[in-house]
């Protein structure tokens, strides 16, 4: 019996990307489907070398991104967390409701506050006032973020 082609086994796609910044715009890394032990440490290994000055900004795009284990979040936000710390400007961005849920689930609900990007605050405030600053006009769709 033949069997049709199915790429989906044969290719390898990647785990994540960068894109570059645009002008005083962000550095986007964008994140693709299912995420776990194996592909959190590579992540984080590629923000480090990427974000080593408080001028960084760079947004993490999870709108690719299909499934997380939820065992793996806790490790994984402490590091973005440690990292925005020391200065870099690390904001989560196209999160869907499943993917939130997701942190919620592994008790990252405060720390996913922290990082998820939204565009205003309950106050109005700007959340990320350094674009604002920079008049940066970044490339992600930054509606879907709060959502």
């Known amino acids: ?3 049709p082609f199915d790429t989906r086994s044969t290719v390898d796609r990647p785990t994540y990307q960068w894109e570059a910044a ?12 299912m995420l776990g032990r194996r592909e959190f440490p590579l992540v984080l290994d590629s923000l480090l070398r990427r974000c080593r000055s408080p001028r960084d900004l ?9 499934h ?8 994984f936000a ?21 993917l939130r849920a997701l942190f919620q689930v592994a008790g990252q ?4 506050a922290r990082l998820e990007w939204r565009d205003r605050d309950s106050e109005g405030n700007s ?3 350094e674009l604002e600053r920079a008049g940066a006009k970044p490339r992600l769709d930054w509606s ?4």
């Open 22 to 33: 645009r002008g005083c715009g962000p550095a986007e890394l964008r994140l693709f489907g």
């Open 68 to 75: 997380v284990d939820y065992r793996s979040l806790p490790e």
């Open 127 to 129: 959340r990320i006032p």
């Open 58 to 66: 760079v947004c993490v795009d999870f709108e690719e991104v299909e």
């Open 144 to 147: 879907r973020a709060g959502t």
């Open 109 to 112: 609900g405060p720390a996913l």
């Open 78 to 98: 402490k590091s973005l967390l440690l990292q925005r710390d020391r200065g870099a400007s690390i904001w989560l961005v196209g999160l869907s409701p499943y």
């Open 1 to 3: 019996m033949i069997r």
